[in-house]
């Protein structure tokens, strides 16, 4: 019986697949994360330099917002925060799972000060997301955790051990995702004896072809928790849930 769903948040619980970041929007970055020079500088910076993209991002993040004259504080990283929209039926899945006694875990690779405001973190056990670092005047001015696809296992192990559970034995945990972003979170868990979900909104999109040749997925279905939905019903079995 499945006592554990971990999810990943952007376009898995949410429409989009990357924050929105309303605070880029301020900035002059239209669409924020989604505006193709974000992504564009992001990618040059990662090569450039040769680090990580989430790294990447957030050091364009960083610098998009000083330029614009914004100060790199919690206020302005949280803007938006009440105003995200969910994929059908998610409030009511996760206080389905909440009242039946199932933890449930938020990864993602956002801001973990923006993700504990949103209007769904009740339900959630913790949120593990990148965290930042401040300096004296409680400015961000680096990463005391990075949120990124391996990472994600690194944020796995930790909730086994919070939870008393070998960091080798998944079969409690359900994980949920939407992207070839998670797969080493869902290649651990199958590997691992749970259950790995991934939720699409595009039978064609390109993460979805891509991951199903790594055969690390149990189940496909629709980016849609509504009651009695196939996703609704598939998890209420493995939690053996009336």
Do not use: W
């Not at 990580?52 to 803007?79: C, K, Q």
């Not at 401040?134 to 005391?144: M, Q, S, V």
């Not at 945990?173 to 868990?189: E, P």
């Amino acid at each position: 019986m499945a006592k554990i769903i971990i999810y990943d948040f952007d376009g898995t619980l949410t429409p989009f697949s990357l924050p929105k970041f309303e605070i880029l929007e301020k900035s002059g970055m239209k669409d924020g994360a989604h505006n193709p020079r974000f992504l564009e500088l992001s990618q040059k910076r990662a090569k450039d330099e040769n680090i990580d993209l989430y790294r990447a991002m957030y050091e364009i993040y960083f610098e998009t917002i000083r330029n614009a004259g914004f100060r790199l504080i919690d206020e302005n990283f949280s803007l938006g925060y009440d105003n995200i929209n969910y994929n059908n039926g998610v409030v009511e899945f996760l206080k389905m799972l909440y009242k039946n006694n199932i933890s449930n875990y938020l990864l993602s690779s956002g801001v973990k000060v923006f993700l504990e405001k949103v209007s769904i973190s009740s339900y959630f056990k913790e949120i593990y997301a990148t965290i930042f670092t401040y300096n004296k005047d409680y400015e961000a001015n680096g990463f005391e955790f990075l949120m990124s696809d391996k990472n994600k296992v690194i944020a796995i192990k930790e909730i086994l051990r919070k939870n008393g559970i070998d960091n080798k034995d998944c079969s409690d945990i359900i994980y949920i995702g939407d992207g070839f972003t998670d797969y080493y979170a869902m290649k651990y868990i199958k590997e691992h004896g749970g259950t790995s979900i991934f939720v699409y909104r595009d039978l064609n999109s390109k993460d979805m072809q891509s991951i199903k040749e790594k055969n690390v997925v149990d189940f496909y279905t629709k980016a849609d928790f509504s009651q009695n939905g196939e996703l609704h019903n598939y998890v209420k079995k493995l939690c053996k849930i009336k």
